[in-house]
């Protein structure tokens, strides 16, 4: 509640903090659930249905649960040039990913091919969690897998 | 080597840091700026010849002009660092390595226009540079150079950084203040052409990318004319190039802006793998047209690209070798611009993913000899049709392909294979 009052103090205009507060929903709840959109609309005294067409219109907010780590696999242009289809392939076998499912049975991995991520010299690359990941191989894919522990993955800086 | 300016201290360690920024002469100008007459940094920026880096080229010192003067309205900046344009990331890296010099040019640029509030839009995948520019505003408020009475001056300013979510429109500078006002980024409808009048809350608002301010505080310290010198007639200083694909030493290259295109591929990025020939050059993001392997001599300002029939975009420049299916790499853009269009136009809705579908159908050796028109007639419809640039910006690339490599379509129609991968 701290937290949600600093963000929403940033902003000239209450709706504003709406996408900042959704960020904080999401790590707090894990899932936005359609209760949870109620008591964001409630908190920051919007219509629900203002809520929910901003949660639904981002691609970073989740709209279904999801597993401890969450995978975004890029697929577009150098990414795709460079052979992220294969890696794909490579990545699914690894966690364990079939049948056409995004989440591996065990709740580990989610797996999400997206549009460009803004790290085309990094090509083929993805993001785990909060931590960009590249230029990728076979082995790599393989080393960085087997380093995750159950804390999400973050860049450290230095 | 030619001149850095925004990139020259990227590999010194620490330069994020405020106080090894400040041993390489960082904040030096905003000293000098607020001593200064406000009108008289604009018009060095004017004559510095410094455009808009974001993709439109635009002069940024006019830009600043539009906001009015005597308004009882609060003014606010927004920054656009919500780096979206596929093959575009000099902004992660600007972000990432001098996080002050962005957060200095955005105190002259207020000071200039009379701004107290700046926004800083980052789009929501970079959290690590959103974390580097968060603890670099906090470094500033700490020594006075953001908050109340900066240095002295009487002048503030107060610095939020906001992270977006994810949508590729949210780049288009209305879609940006839609969003960062809490809303769904739906571009809204021009005129006015500028945000500058009526923008975020209603207000005057600025908005610049990334690249385009850091670059102010270097033209305060040494002058418009230093700065345009470094560019071509129109266009001033330097641009981050951020260069991709089959290049050997993929990477952002900083160069001066009218740098012609077989250089930066050949002297800057290493060359083509494999030696390789080039086949074809995305020169500014995926909605410039492409170039093919006769154009490398064109320069990289946004006037010479004009005249090849392309445009300079955000700079991302994408390099492929004679292996490339054009095929394939087309319906690739497509699928980015049918899942990217933010649905408010109905001819970009309905267009991009018509597009994308025929490209698709196209690749996988499906089509029909009637479909490269087809494609070729839903892309035309697109264009000027629509609120914002980003139907043109899928249209024109898309056309680009289909008649620059109008035989390799026709292949993949007639043979339901790819004559380019058999032959590699």
Not at chain 2, 99 to 118: D, F
């Amino acid at each position: 509640m701290t937290k949600f009052k600093s963000l929403v103090g940033q902003y000239e205009e209450t709706r504003a903090a709406l996408l900042p507060v959704l960020h904080l929903a999401q790590r707090a709840f894990a899932q936005i659930t359609p209760e949870v959109e109620e008591y964001i609309a409630d908190l920051m005294q919007l219509p629900p249905v203002k809520v929910h067409e901003v949660f639904t219109f981002y691609t970073l907010y989740r709209k279904k649960p999801s597993g401890k780590h969450v995978i975004r696999l890029c697929k577009t242009l150098s990414c795709h040039l460079l052979g992220a289809e294969s890696i794909r392939e490579h990545l699914c076998k690894k966690i364990g990913l079939h049948n056409g499912s995004d989440t591996t049975e065990d709740g580990r991995f989610t797996l999400e091919l997206v549009e460009c991520m803004g790290a085309c010299e990094l090509a083929p690359m993805m993001q785990i969690d909060e931590r960009y990941y590249g230029p990728l191989t076979p082995e790599k894919v393989d080393a960085i897998i087997d380093g995750l522990t159950d804390e999400p993955a973050a860049d450290e800086v230095n | 080597m030619p001149e850095k300016i925004l990139t020259k201290h990227f590999d010194v360690p620490g330069f994020r840091e405020l106080g090894v920024y400040r041993q390489h002469g960082g904040y030096a100008a905003v000293e000098k700026a607020l001593g200064m007459e406000p009108a008289a940094i604009q018009d060095e920026i004017k004559r510095a010849n410094l455009v808009g880096l974001g993709g439109a080229g635009f002069p940024a010192g006019v830009k600043w002009g539009f906001v009015p003067q005597n308004t009882p309205k609060p003014k606010y900046l927004v920054v656009n660092g919500d780096e979206g344009e596929p093959a575009t990331f000099k902004d992660r890296y600007l972000l990432e390595y001098a996080p002050h010099q962005l957060i200095e040019g955005m105190i002259i640029c207020s000071y200039v226009v009379g701004i107290h509030k700046a926004y800083v839009y980052v789009r929501g995948e970079y959290v690590k540079q959103i974390n580097i520019l968060r603890h670099a505003v906090e470094e500033a408020k700490a020594e006075n150079l953001l908050g109340e009475n900066i240095l002295g001056s009487g002048f503030h300013l107060d610095v939020v950084v906001h992270q977006g979510a994810g949508a590729y429109i949210c780049g288009e500078e209305t879609g940006l203040i839609e969003s960062l006002e809490g809303k769904k980024g739906w571009p809204r409808i021009k005129p006015p052409f500028f945000p500058a009048a009526i923008g975020l809350f209603q207000c005057p608002t600025v908005i610049n990318n990334v690249e385009t301010l850091s670059h102010v505080p270097h033209i305060v310290n040494n002058g418009a004319e230093w700065f345009a010198s470094l560019g071509t007639e129109k266009n001033g200083g330097t641009r981050v190039f951020a260069v991709s694909g089959h290049v050997r030493k993929p990477g952002i290259y900083e160069l001066p802006i009218g740098t012609p295109l077989r250089e930066i591929i050949y002297e800057h990025a290493g060359g083509v793998r494999d030696d390789r020939p080039v086949k074809a050059v995305i020169p500014g993001g995926s909605s410039s047209p492409v170039l093919t392997a006769d154009q490398l001599d064109t320069n990289m300002d946004f006037i010479s690209l004009r005249n090849a029939g392309t445009m300079g975009g955000s700079g991302g420049v994408v390099v492929m070798d004679d292996t490339t299916c054009m095929v394939d790499i087309c319906a690739n853009i497509s699928n980015f611009y049918a899942h990217e269009s933010c649905g408010q136009c109905t001819p970009c809705r309905e267009g991009t993913s018509w597009a994308s579908k025929i490209l698709n159908r196209i690749l996988e050796g499906a089509g029909r000899m009637e479909d490269i028109d087809e494609a070729i007639r839903i892309c035309r419809n697109m264009m000027g049709r629509t609120v914002c640039l980003l139907a043109d910006g899928a249209a024109m690339p898309i056309l680009s392909y289909l008649t620059k490599f109008r035989r390799e379509f026709e292949y993949h129609v007639e043979n339901s294979e790819c004559d380019v991968k058999k032959s590699h």
